[in-house]
């Protein structure tokens, strides 16, 4: 394990969370290797440094990183933290818990759905980098119904703004399936229709402009799936761990 602050390594085991562990440093009640560490930015070596509160040794467990399905919802910006008006998303799921948790890739603050966090380095970036995107699958609700022959051009790609866009699949639903559900609580509006679409990058808006280039402006828009992840066990705003089989599914999508 790398070094990492006396606060970080506090929360981790468990002590207290990164803010309640700066006062019990100030205090002088943590010691590492039985020299009061008092300074706020001092950093420790989990695997050589031993550590202790009132005197008493704090290890980190073999901590393994953590996975977190967050189900966002509409309103928040895809952001740990921030200086805007809006809430973050990363209030939302259990930092003091699992610091350095982050959240891999991003959803619009007006798009809901599946948004996973982590801690581990590897796995966030290798599913976010455009040589690995996995897909992610979106429940659209759209002005009107396109068209066969639309969804044949998201088929064989688009090029929007002089930006090309790698192919996505569509296919219009049906508004009784339950998986529309989350874009039509209240039924469907006159004069639109659900679409599902499957895309591998992480563009911005990408899958508004590719819907908006066919003539479809997306008035909701719902992530259910990302790469082996399909969002279920978690309501709206709350977050749940990854199971284990769900973390390896992830790990071996990140190889
Ligand atoms: N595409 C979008 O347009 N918005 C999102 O939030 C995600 C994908």
């Known amino acids: 394990m790398s070094e990492m602050r006396l606060q970080r390594y506090l929360a981790r085991a468990g002590v ?86 982050f959240h891999v890739g991003r959803l619009d603050w007006d798009t809901t759905g599946l948004l996973l966090f982590t801690t581990d380095g590897e796995v966030g970036h290798a599913l976010t980098h455009p040589s690995h995107e996995v897909d992610k699958h979106y429940v659209a609700l759209v002005r009107g119904v396109p068209s066969r022959r639309e969804l044949d051009a998201l088929r064989r790609g688009l090029t929007i703004d002089k930006d090309v866009a790698a192919p996505a699949e569509g296919a219009v639903l049906d508004a009784d399936d339950p998986v529309c559900r989350p874009v039509i609580p209240e039924g469907l509006p006159y004069g639109c229709s659900v679409v599902g679409l499957t895309i591998h990058e992480g563009k911005k808006h990408e899958v508004k402009r590719l819907l908006d280039a066919i003539g479809h402006k997306v008035v909701r828009l719902h992530r259910d799936q990302f790469g082996p992840l399909v969002l279920s066990g978690v309501a709206p705003g709350a977050w749940r761990d990854l199971t ?12």
Do not use: F, H, W
């Not at 284990?244 to 190889?255: G, L, M």
């Open 16 to 101: 207290a969370s990164r803010r309640k562990a700066e006062p019990l440093i100030v205090a002088g009640r943590v010691c590492v290797n039985g020299v009061p560490a008092t300074e706020l930015g001092s950093k420790v070596d989990p695997d050589r440094d031993t550590v202790t509160v009132d005197g008493r040794e704090v290890r980190l467990d073999e901590q393994e990183n953590a996975y977190v399905m967050l189900y966002k919802p509409r309103g928040y910006e895809s952001a740990m933290s921030g200086p805007g008006r809006r809430p973050y998303a990363g209030e939302l799921v259990p930092t003091d818990r699992y610091p350095g948790l």
């Open 244 to 255: 284990p089989d769900e973390v390896r599914a992830v790990q071996e999508a990140a190889r």
